[in-house]
Every structure is written in structure tokens, then in C-alpha cells.
């Protein structure tokens, strides 16, 4: 069974940090594009950073530039997503999904870990 499991999640003052994980199993991991997604209240899903299997390119939603960086380690199978100056905007549940590289229907989404940033 695939499994994706996010994890780092909490309450941050804004302007602080957090680190978020999502560590695989039972994919070959290498073979995969991660990305981040969020969702907010009332708000659609949207991505937030996305990083190749091999790590040389990453993308990011405009709204996150300059204070998130996605990173992955294909050795221990985790993505990880860090997380500063954090905004309240930011307040969401934070999903991790897989996306094998040779067949885009093969997609696999974590169960989510919740982000909120306030004071």
C-alpha cells in the first residue's frame, strides 16, 4: 500500500517558521515528482511548491516565493518543505502528493497536516 504521511504541522506566531515533512513508502521515490499543496477555509486547493524527482527543479506558487523552499532526499524517501515568515494567509492544511514521472494518472496524496499561523 502507498503511504504518504505529512507531518511538522502546528501553531506558529507570524513571522515564525516551520518545517514540514512527508516521508514514502512503498514507491520508488526517485522515480516521482513531489509537490505541495494547501487548502484553506472556503479557498480551492492550490500548489505551493513542486520539486523533480531529481531535485534540479523546483517551483513555487508567487505568493510563497522568497520564504518557502521545498527539498527532498530520495535516501530516506522524504520531501520536506520549510516554512518562514510565515503570514496568516498561509493558515491551511498542507498536503503532500507524488506524481510518477512516466504516467501522470499515478498520483498519491497524503492525509495532511494543519498549518496556522496567529498571534
Known amino acids: 500500500q502507498v503511504q504518504l504521511v505529512e507531518s511538522g504541522g502546528g501553531l506558529v506566531q507570524p513571522g515564525g517558521s516551520l518545517r514540514l515533512s512527508c516521508a514514502a513508502s512503498?514507491?520508488?521515490?526517485?522515480?516521482?515528482?513531489m509537490s505541495w499543496y494547501r487548502q484553506a477555509p472556503g479557498k480551492e486547493r492550490e500548489l505551493v511548491a513542486s520539486?523533480?524527482?531529481?531535485?534540479?527543479?523546483?517551483n513555487y506558487a508567487d505568493s510563497v516565493k522568497g520564504r518557502f523552499t521545498i527539498s527532498r532526499d530520495n535516501a530516506k524517501k522524504t520531501v520536506y518543505l520549510q516554512m518562514n515568515n510565515l503570514k496568516p494567509e498561509d493558515t491551511a492544511a498542507y498536503y503532500c502528493?507524488?506524481?510518477?514521472?512516466?504516467?501522470?494518472?499515478?498520483?498519491?496524496w497524503g492525509q495532511g497536516t494543519q498549518v496556522t499561523v496567529s498571534s
Open positions: 502528493q507524488a506524481t510518477y514521472d512516466y504516467d501522470s494518472s499515478l498520483n498519491y
Open positions: 512503498r514507491i520508488t521515490f526517485s522515480r516521482y515528482t
Open positions: 520539486i523533480t524527482s531529481a531535485g534540479a527543479v523546483t
